[in-house]
Each structure stands twice: as C-alpha cells, then as structure tokens.
C-alpha cells in the first residue's frame, strides 16, 4: 500500500518568504509527527498530532512555525518569514496508534533550503 | 534535546564483519526503538524492544537493553554493502507516552 508521501520534497525559498510543506500520513494512522533533520544530525521533535488534535507542540523552535491537521489525515507544516537557519530536511512520520510504542512510518521528507 | 546518544559516530568495517553499535539515554523509558537511514529508502524502523525485554532478534539484527545501565546496543552480523546507512536510537521519555526522542546517530560504512 502507499506510504507516507510529502510534498514538495525539495523547496528553495528566498529569507523572508512564507512555506507551506504538505504530508500525506498513511491512511487510518491516528498519530502524525513533525520532525526537522539538519545535516548529520538526527531528527528533532517538533510537533504531534493524535487526529486533528495537537498534542505537543513543544519542539516548534519559534512562533513563526505552525502545523495543523483540520481532519485527521493530511498535515501542513507552515513556516512565516522563514530564515536561514530554518534550512533543513522536514520529515514527517504516522503510527496506527497513540503512543510511543509503536512503530513510525516516515515519509522521503522535505529538503528546504532558505537563501 | 537529545534523550538517546549513539556510539561509535561513525564506522566502518569489512562486508561479512559484524557490527556494533550502542545508544545511551538519560531517563527511564517505556520502550526503546531503532532506526536505519540511507538515501535510497529514507527513515525505517528497524526494531522496538520494551523496558521489560532484555533481548530481541530480527533477521541479522540482535538487539540488547539494559536498563539499569541505561544503554542498548544493535549488532548487525555478517554484514552487507546494503547495511550502509546511519542509525538511529529512539526513546520515549518514560513518563509520557507520545513522542519519541531520536539520538545523533551511528554512520556505518561496509567496505566491500
């Protein structure tokens, strides 16, 4: 069956622009995360959905990051006024159920790079 | 922050040689998970082994937990050009249930 997909997968964008990044969890899957990869690094938190509800958005570094997930399934990752600092790979990743104890199926991820 | 530190950062062994690789965390978990990255298949959980668990095997992988150590390892026998890849070791933070802690991570490189 289909994967985890995210869109786009690579996105250049001028200091200052505003992004949006697009995932498409596995269907059924309840929990949906957002992660943000930089070069030889593991991925870092950033934010949690159990549905559409927002859990945790702790690892969010800035108020200039928002995600939401209106109806449970697809999930959009904005980020306002993007810097360079914000260049990284965004992955997103669903689970069947609520919980850490469960497998995370990841998608290929989002490459931005802000110039 | 980092829950989860891999060790060694990097290596880099003969194909058919084992590999070892370990991960130290901070606090108490639930369960321990870990993962593989390369370029061709992004992100794969390989393996989660629980709090309760001392060891669990999959296919090449062997998987150890020592909770009174804090620190798990993943040994990778006979190994392939295909197992090249960084890995990763995930915690939860044992107190709550959601999201997952992801380490530095172990580069692995299989000399042919």
């Known amino acids: 069956g289909a994967g985890v997909s995210q869109s786009p997968r690579y996105k250049v964008a001028k200091r200052g622009q505003d992004v949006a990044l697009r995932c498409d969890p596995i269907s059924g899957h309840v929990s949906l995360f957002w992660y943000q990869q930089a070069l030889g690094q593991g991925p870092e938190f950033l934010t949690y959905?159990?549905?559409?509800?927002?859990?945790?958005k702790s690892g969010l570094p800035s108020d200039r990051f928002f995600a939401e997930r209106p109806e449970g399934s697809v999930s959009t990752l904005k980020i306002q006024r993007t810097q360079q600092e914000d260049s990284a790979v965004y992955l997103c990743a669903s689970s069947l159920v609520a919980g850490s104890s469960y497998e995370q199926y990841f998608g290929p991820g989002t490459r931005l790079t802000v110039t | 922050s980092q829950q989860g530190e891999e060790d060694p950062q990097a290596l880099s062994i003969q194909e058919g040689e084992n590999a070892t690789m370990n991960c130290s965390y901070k606090t108490s978990i639930n369960n321990l998970q870990w993962y593989r990255q390369n370029s061709g298949r992004g992100l794969v959980h390989l393996i989660l082994?629980?709090?309760?668990?001392r060891e669990k095997h999959s296919g090449r992988l062997r998987v150890t937990l020592d909770t009174s150590k804090k620190s798990s390892s993943l040994l990778i026998t006979a190994s392939r050009a295909a197992d090249t890849a960084s890995y990763f070791c995930a915690t939860d933070e044992g107190n709550r249930d959601d999201k997952i802690i992801f380490g530095k991570g172990t580069r692995l490189h299989i000399l042919p």
């Open positions: 082994i629980r709090s309760n668990e």
């Open positions: 959905f159990q549905n559409e509800a927002q859990l945790d």
